[in-house]
Nanobody
Framework: QVQLVESGGGLVQPGGSLRLSCAASGFTFSRYAMSWYRQAPGKERELVAT???????NYVDSVKGRFTISRDNAKNTVYLQMSSLKPEDTAVYYCNARILVGTSPNDYWGQGTQVTVSS
């Protein structure tokens, strides 16, 4: 049973930092790319960052240079280090794993963690 459990969200002032964590279980973590998405009120969920099984990374333009995604395969955990946070980063952040079941990719999600950037 695939489980993704996020932690680390909270309230932070503009310019501040937070680190999100996502603990994964129920699949061979090291084989799969892991992603962080976010969803702000009234907006669609958007892909924020991805780290591949080979630890290559990709980011949405709005967070480049401010956010860093990383993974620790020994701990089955993916992280999102967020710096220079802006009010527009306020959203629920979700951890995602896209796992092949047979020949079909299935998306798995964590429960989400709230990040609020406000003074």
């Amino acid at each position: 049973q695939v489980q993704l459990v996020e932690s680390g969200g909270g309230l932070v002032q503009p310019g501040g930092s937070l680190r999100l964590s996502c603990a994964a279980s129920g699949f061979t973590f090291s084989r799969y790319a892991m992603s962080w998405y976010r969803q702000a009120p009234g907006k669609e969920r958007e892909l924020v960052a991805t780290v591949t099984s080979g630890k290559n990374t990709n980011y949405v333009d709005s967070v480049k240079g401010r956010f860093t995604i990383s993974r620790d395969n020994a701990k089955n955990t993916v992280y999102l280090q967020m710096s220079s946070l802006k009010p527009e980063d306020t959203a629920v952040y979700y951890c995602n794993a896209r796992i092949l079941v047979g020949t079909s990719p299935n998306d798995y999600w964590g429960q989400g963690t709230q990040v609020t950037v406000s003074s």
